[in-house]
């Protein structure tokens, strides 16, 4: 089962490039989302879906920009790159809703460096 | 204020031995869940366990368990019987609610390192 594909792996930009980061999931899961993960803070929420059509901003999203036109795909583009977008990416899907466990499952992340 | 603080950036533990991994919470919601991710070197995320907040018993994975301490806003990963292949980065996190976003908020995490 392929889950979470995210894409590509590792990545260096110059500041002002813009790029998109690539993410789809077989699992037939409403919920995506976009996290950071920087040295030392553990990992942080950038922007999220509940559906097709359905996106939100989280904890971190400035400089990042998002869309949802199908259950499966959920790219994260950045406009304008800084070296402060440097980080680790990672992409996750799951279920929504309920008392019962929604683990999140989590693509194999992208290594992104701005110089 | 940090929705999850993991105070221990790092710990050591004997192979074969059991090991405690802190992870207290701050939430005002009475429905919330609570989990536990591994990080090998490798960066993948891997998901231990799983534990909410209406459970009555804690939750139990093979050797990974969960000390549930509700009143005291705790959520502590008890592995047993380490083995070296656990040593990696732990991540306690949390989701707030239980319908629609599943949003999670992530501690700093834990080194584990595991001697032979």
Redesign the interface.
């Known amino acids: 089962n392929a889950g979470v594909t995210q894409t590509p792996k590792f990545q260096v930009l110059k500041t002002g490039q813009s790029m998109t980061l690539q993410c789809a999931q077989d699992m037939n899961h409403e919920y995506m989302s976009w996290y950071r993960q920087d040295p030392g803070m553990g990992l942080r929420l950038i922007h999220y879906s509940v559906g097709a059509g359905i996106t939100d901003q989280g904890e971190v999203p400035n400089g990042y920009n998002v869309s949802r036109s199908t259950t499966e795909d959920f790219p994260l583009r950045l406009l304008s790159a800084a070296p402060s977008q440097t980080s680790v990416y990672f992409c996750a899907s799951s279920r929504t809703g309920g008392r019962e466990n929604t683990e999140a499952f989590f693509g194999q992340g992208t290594r992104l460096t701005v110089v | 204020a940090q929705k999850?603080t993991q105070t221990q950036p790092g710990m050591f533990v004997q192979e074969k031995e059991a090991v405690t991994l802190d992870c207290t919470y701050d939430t005002s919601d009475q429905?919330y869940?609570l989990?536990w991710?591994k990080q090998p070197s490798s960066?993948?995320?891997i998901?231990l366990i799983?534990q909410?907040s209406?459970d009555e018993q804690n939750a139990t994975e093979g050797r990974y368990s969960l000390n549930f301490q509700k009143a005291r806003k705790s959520a502590n990963l008890v592995i047993s019987a380490s083995q070296l292949g656990d040593s990696a980065m732990y991540?306690c996190?949390m989701?707030e609610g239980?319908?629609?976003?599943?949003?999670?908020?992530?501690?700093?995490?834990t080194r584990l390192t595991v001697i032979p």
């Not at chain 2, 239980?98 to 995490?109: C, D, P, S, W, Y």
Request: aromatic content about 30%; cysteine-free; proline content about 0%.
């Open positions: 999850i429905s869940g989990f991710y960066g993948e995320m998901f799983y909410g209406y991540f996190a989701r239980m319908a629609g976003a599943n949003n999670l908020f992530f501690g700093t995490g």
